[in-house]
Nanobody, 121 residues
Framework: VQLQASGGGLVQAGGSLRLSCVGS????????LGWFRQSPGTERESVAI????????SYGDFVKRRFTISRDNAKNAVYLEMNDLKPEDTAVYYC???????????????WGQGTLVTVSS
């Protein structure tokens, strides 16, 4: 599975961004997918994960209903809609894939390159 993330940028606090990650490979549509983020000096953390069907999702505690993960298997894509962004959301965001939902949050098998999100105060 190959992953390509996009959609990052500079946004003011309170604003919104939509990240996209397009995948290729025969296993993409059956894979669990996730978004992670990492800011300087911190460990990479799980933001949101979604199972292969889109029917099961889970979010990091810090999301607090501000973000929504979704996928479109017809387009081989996973999205992260981010609203009410805060300066502490500034980070490089990565998409990832694994065969099972239980694995994608902890040990993804595949990673995309990151896309930088910067939230100004």
């Amino acid at each position: 599975v190959q992953l390509q993330a996009s959609g990052g940028g500079l946004v003011q606090a309170g604003g919104s961004l939509r990240l996209s990650c397009v995948g290729s490979g025969r296993d993409f549509r059956s894979s669990a997918l996730g978004w992670f983020r990492q800011s300087p000096g911190t460990e990479r953390e799980s933001v949101a994960i979604i199972d292969w069907s889109g029917g099961s999702t889970s979010y990091g505690d810090f999301v607090k209903r501000r973000f929504t993960i979704s996928r479109d298997n017809a387009k081989n894509a996973v999205y992260l809609e981010m609203n009410d962004l805060k300066p502490e959301d500034t980070a490089v965001y990565y998409c990832a894939a694994a065969s099972r939902l239980v694995d994608v949050a902890t040990t993804p098998a595949y990673w995309g390159q990151g896309t930088l999100v910067t939230v100004s105060s």
